[in-house]
């Protein structure tokens, strides 16, 4: 949890705790990336005004290093654009404060189980190949980094490729507490790394993944 706040940061840390959750509390940016790639997590919870940075540059850090950890981010950063740019950084999901604390909860464990809950398995499709174990992805053999829920959808997606699924099959698959423009956020975000041609949109209907010569 990377939360500056007293107040906040205290009653979350004993919420998770009641939860038996472990939870470390940071109330900086300085030294997240290092404590995160030294020690194993199930998620980030992430305030984006922290005293010695923006949480956004901390989670572009993040996904620049190759992380794919699940990324909550909570603030105070209502608009429309503010969640737009929150998920195109990177983050799996986004919570306005103020918030109950049983949707945090219920959102983080959201992102949590996408993350673990995939069986043994990998998928080809095209140049991407995609280790399901792992949660790897590579293009021609290099690795792509994508966030979890990047992963989740791309995932969806190649295991009925030639189908064209619903936005409300993927919303309620993969993203179950989107809203707006979230999916299709996420859709731009996977173009830009995976290859804008792979991913065909039905209008009025929802996307499909495509093999370039189909």
Do not use: C
């Given at each position: 949890?990377?939360?500056?706040?007293l107040?906040?940061?205290?009653?979350?840390?004993?919420?998770?705790?009641?939860?038996?959750?472990?939870?470390?509390?940071?109330?900086?940016?300085?030294g997240?990336?290092?404590?995160?790639?030294?020690e194993?997590?199930?998620?980030?919870?992430?305030?984006?005004?922290?005293?010695?940075?923006?949480?956004?540059e901390?989670?572009?850090?993040?996904?620049?290093?190759?992380?794919?950890?699940?990324?909550?981010?909570?603030?105070a950063?209502?608009?429309?654009?503010?969640?737009?740019?929150?998920?195109?950084?990177g983050?799996?999901?986004?919570?306005i404060?103020?918030?109950?604390?049983p949707?945090?909860?219920?959102?983080?464990?959201?992102?949590?189980?996408?993350?673990?809950?995939?069986?043994?398995?990998?998928?080809s499709?095209?140049?991407?190949?995609?280790?399901?174990s792992?949660?790897?992805v590579?293009?021609?053999?290099?690795?792509?980094?994508?966030?979890?829920?990047?992963?989740?959808?791309?995932?969806?997606?190649?295991k009925?490729?030639?189908?064209?699924?619903?936005?409300a099959?993927?919303?309620?698959?993969?993203?179950?507490?989107?809203?707006?423009?979230?999916?299709d956020?996420?859709?731009?975000?996977?173009?830009?790394?995976?290859?804008?041609?792979?991913?065909?949109?039905?209008?009025?209907?929802?996307?499909?993944?495509?093999?370039?010569?189909?």
């Amino acid at each position: 949890m990377i939360e500056d706040d007293l107040a906040i940061g205290r009653a979350l840390l004993a919420v998770f705790q009641d939860e038996g959750h472990l939870v470390v509390w940071l109330r900086l940016a300085d030294g997240v990336l290092a404590r995160l790639q030294a020690e194993t997590f199930d998620a980030v919870l992430l305030d984006l005004g922290l005293p010695d940075g923006d949480g956004a540059e901390l989670l572009r850090q993040l996904r620049a290093a190759g992380q794919s950890l699940p990324v909550l981010i909570m603030t105070a950063r209502d608009s429309l654009q503010d969640r737009l740019n929150g998920f195109n950084t990177g983050a799996d999901d986004y919570l306005i404060k103020p918030f109950e604390i049983p949707e945090l909860l219920a959102r983080l464990r959201a992102i949590v189980r996408r993350a673990n809950g995939n069986a043994d398995g990998g998928w080809s499709f095209g140049e991407l190949v995609l280790d399901e174990s792992r949660m790897l992805v590579t293009r021609a053999g290099a690795p792509v980094a994508l966030s979890r829920t990047e992963f989740a959808l791309l995932l969806a997606l190649v295991k009925e490729s030639g189908r064209v699924l619903t936005r409300a099959e993927l919303e309620q698959g993969v993203l179950p507490h989107s809203e707006g423009q979230t999916l299709d956020v996420h859709i731009s975000n996977l173009r830009k790394k995976i290859g804008e041609r792979l991913i065909r949109t039905v209008r009025g209907v929802g996307y499909m993944a495509q093999k370039p010569h189909e």
